[in-house]
């Protein structure tokens, strides 16, 4: 913030920190196409990781390396990047701006201590970015914004600026304010007017980027009259977040409060999150060696970012439950480190990037790895020891070696197979867990089916691999449909895991129409009598049954009852006639779906003294079901789910237009917080199935929305008329 020299890291060396006060790790948010892979790339060139082409020494890029996003053209997974700068290493976590992957988002800020938030000048700030910056808020995380897309026809920093205070600034406006301006060049034959330097609010110098590289210089007369006014809101800003009382009024009295007393104090409450400041970035010219900015936002991230020591402390159990006393950032103290994200190399195996909170971890020693709370996402829960192999630092598609990583370090880990998203890594003798956190819950089923037989070989193991890296999907095999569905959080994130599948585990699979568990139940009291006699010389098969069948209340399932007088079906068979209405309800009488809901009486029958047999009666009680059914009207029953749904209040009115066309029934809604409605329905299943990208249509990115299982109730007719043709068809 106005240092003029800098040591920056040597390409090709990874940094390594021996102590947590000379480490920061800084995670980059914002929407899809803010400028956030740019940004880290330009960050790096500037910090001398990168040569002047933005790759690292194998030619690859330093993020976004993965072959599925240069397919995509997106980033899609969160990458560790990280650089050094005044003798500060820098972990640069970048992260993906689309809804699909906000799991690698969450996981982003779980292991960082400060977040930028990256908005582009000409695109303007989203609704998930909104609701990104509350959440941080909400848990005091420091963050500070900078703003891309300079060069863009339609960029205006200062409208940007005042947009970026009255939204993220809504509460306090005067703790989001520019901490430069920039400097115009010369319009380009566009008319198009270049931003060229900046200018520092704070120490009223000029930083001209236009030979290619930062050059310092006094400002011109002119320019001096552009910072006056906004350098005045930035000193009263920064003072009204000071330690210090007396420095208002003395600012106010008339007194120049000195440089560096300022910088303390912005620094102090950038670091408390109290305070958020905004600057600018534009990446280097072809050739050049700095971006525009980028030394600024350096400065910022080292001077003013906490260090992992300023993080609270980290809540811990032992693995069965009993509570241990919180680790702080320690280097010497018990080991605790998370694993924060899972991935597969196809030469050296599961490598697991993982924080360490506390203790320090080092290669080939032996951890214990435990894994809890995520059941429901088909993650058992395990505790197990294993032997780690190398500890490495990721730089693009590189892994370079480290000898140890301390508390507050992120690191790459090779060979923990076991080790999933979201587990604990600690002291073997002393194992401890920390809480997962929060994920979001994958609502967009993908029912698939094996390619061929040899993918069917596969297909076990390859999804097993594929959920242990991404707790925000989840696998189900529904007893009722049969089919194998992953449930992910959008279409881009489906897109993502058949593509992982196919490339990295050689396993193709076909999307299948998903389909809703459905049942059927009788729609009034019908009889059924089941004949099974057959004589093919020697032993035959001679089985008579009469039942009648009746409807019974929502959730009463099957109930069998014996009303047989005078032995007419002998005492042994009775359970056999049971067996066989209850196997032919399981696989159902009209459209293949259970039958539930139903009492079944056994009136009468007939046996055969040889060659009646506990085979022919089921066959019977399973032909007098049928014929039953064949009596009476069956009718489909479709599940019905609990939905919330929480949306911006402007949202309300088309979210509970859209239920209604989809046959939901609103029950409620209530205030949610500020601005925020949680709006509650009953609706049928079959009719959300692609609710999750629907809801983010409606709500422009800003909703989001839970389900939980309600009951089946009975289908409209003309509904229930199309399943029986498709069922009939085979569809």
Same mark, same amino acid.
């Given at each position: ?522 729609? /009034?009291?019908?009889? $059924? #009598?089941?004949?099974?006699?057959? +004589?093919? &010389? ?7 049954? *009469? %039942? ?111 239920? /209604?066309?989809?046959? $939901? #029934?609103?029950?409620?809604?209530? +205030?949610? &917080? ?7 329905? *009953? %609706? ?48």
């Amino acid at each position: 913030m106005g240092a003029t020299s800098h040591q920056a890291g040597a390409a090709g060396r990874a940094p390594a920190a021996d102590r947590p006060s000379s480490l920061r790790n800084v995670v980059l948010v914002g929407h899809s196409g803010a400028g956030k892979t740019t940004l880290v790339e330009a960050l790096a060139l500037t910090a001398g990781a990168v040569n002047r082409a933005g790759r690292v020494e194998d030619g690859t890029a330093v993020s976004d390396y993965d072959e599925i996003e240069h397919r995509q053209q997106r980033s899609v997974q969160l990458s560790l990047v990280p650089v050094e700068w005044a003798g500060i290493k820098i972990n640069i976590l970048d992260t993906p701006g689309y809804a699909d992957f906000v799991g690698e988002l969450r996981a982003g800020l779980r292991a960082a201590d400060a977040a930028l938030f990256v908005v582009s000048s000409s695109d303007g700030i989203d609704g998930a970015t909104r609701m990104v910056w509350d959440e941080c808020a909400a848990v005091g995380m420091p963050r500070a914004i900078v703003v891309t897309h300079l060069e863009a026809a339609r960029a205006d920093y200062a409208q940007m600026t005042a947009v970026c205070g009255e939204i993220f600034g809504a509460d306090d406006p005067d703790a989001v304010i520019p901490l430069y301006l920039p400097l115009y060049g010369p319009p380009g034959p566009d008319g198009h007017t270049p931003v060229a330097g900046l200018l520092g609010l704070l120490s009223r110098r000029a930083y001209d980027y236009t030979s290619g590289e930062r050059v310092e210089r006094d400002p011109e007369p002119a320019e001096l009259d552009l910072i006056s006014d906004a350098r005045s809101r930035l000193i009263e800003g920064i003072i009204a977040e000071s330690e210090d009382e007396s420095l208002m009024d003395r600012y106010l009295g008339g007194e120049d409060i000195d440089f560096k007393t300022l910088v303390d104090d912005l620094e102090r409450a950038v670091a408390r999150g109290t305070f958020h400041p905004v600057l600018m970035a534009a990446p280097a010219a072809e050739g050049a060696g700095q971006g525009l900015g980028t030394v600024e936002l350096l400065e910022l991230i080292t001077g003013a970012f906490p260090t992992p020591l300023e993080r609270a402390a980290v809540s811990v159990t032992t693995p069965d439950g009993a509570e241990r006393p919180d680790v702080t950032c320690d280097p010497d103290g018990p080991l605790v480190a998370e694993v924060v994200k899972t991935s597969s190399d196809p030469y050296v195996g599961r490598v697991s990037l993982v924080r360490v909170f506390s203790g320090t971890l080092r290669p080939e020693e032996t951890v214990h790895v435990s894994g809890h709370g995520l059941a429901d996402r088909g993650h058992e829960d395990h505790d197990v020891d294993e032997r780690i192999g190398t500890l490495t630092s990721p730089f693009g598609k590189q892994q370079r070696a480290l000898t140890r990583v301390i508390a507050g370090d992120l690191a790459c880990v090779a060979k923990l197979t076991r080790a999933e998203t979201g587990d604990t890594l600690s002291a073997k003798d002393r194992p401890l867990l920390m809480e997962p956190w929060p994920m979001p819950d994958p609502l967009l089923p993908l029912a698939i089916a094996a390619h061929s037989k040899a993918d069917e070989d596969k297909l076990s193991q390859g999804l097993a691999r594929l959920v242990a890296e991404d707790p925000t999907m989840r696998l189900e095999q529904n007893p009722d449909t049969h089919q194998l569905v992953l449930w992910c959080l959008g279409e881009a994130h489906q897109d993502v895991a058949l593509e992982r599948l196919r490339s990295r585990y050689g396993v193709q699979v076909d999307p299948v129409p998903h389909k809703v568990s459905l049942r059927e139940t009788f729609g /009034a009291k019908a009889s $059924g #009598r089941g004949r099974h006699v057959k +004589q093919s &010389g020697g032993h035959g098969q001679f089985a008579i049954c *009469e %039942i009648e069948v009746e409807p019974l209340p929502p959730g009463s399932g099957i109930e069998f009852v014996d009303k047989v007088v005078g032995g007419a079906v002998p005492r042994q068979f009775i359970p056999s006639v049971e067996k066989g209405v209850r196997t032919q309800a399981a696989r159902g009488v009209a459209a293949g779906h259970p039958l539930v809901d139903v009492r079944i009486t056994l009136l009468d029958g007939k046996a055969h003294s040889v060659d009646s047999s506990d085979a022919a009666f089921q066959t019977a009680g399973a032909l007098a079901l049928r014929e039953a059914a064949a009596e009476a009207g069956i009718h489909l029953l479709e599940p019905v789910a609990e939905l919330s749904v929480l949306v911006p209040d402007e949202y309300v009115g088309p979210v509970m237009s859209d239920l /209604a066309g989809r046959r $939901g #029934r609103v029950v409620g809604t209530e +205030q949610a &917080g500020a601005g925020r409605t949680e709006v509650r329905a *009953e %609706i049928p299943e079959i009719e959300i199935g692609r609710y999750a990208v629907e809801l983010r249509s409606v709500s422009h990115g800003t909703g989001r929305f839970t389900r939980a299982y309600a009951r089946h109730e009975p289908m409209p007719p003309q509904i229930a008329d199309k399943v029986r043709e498709q069922a009939e068809k085979g569809i």
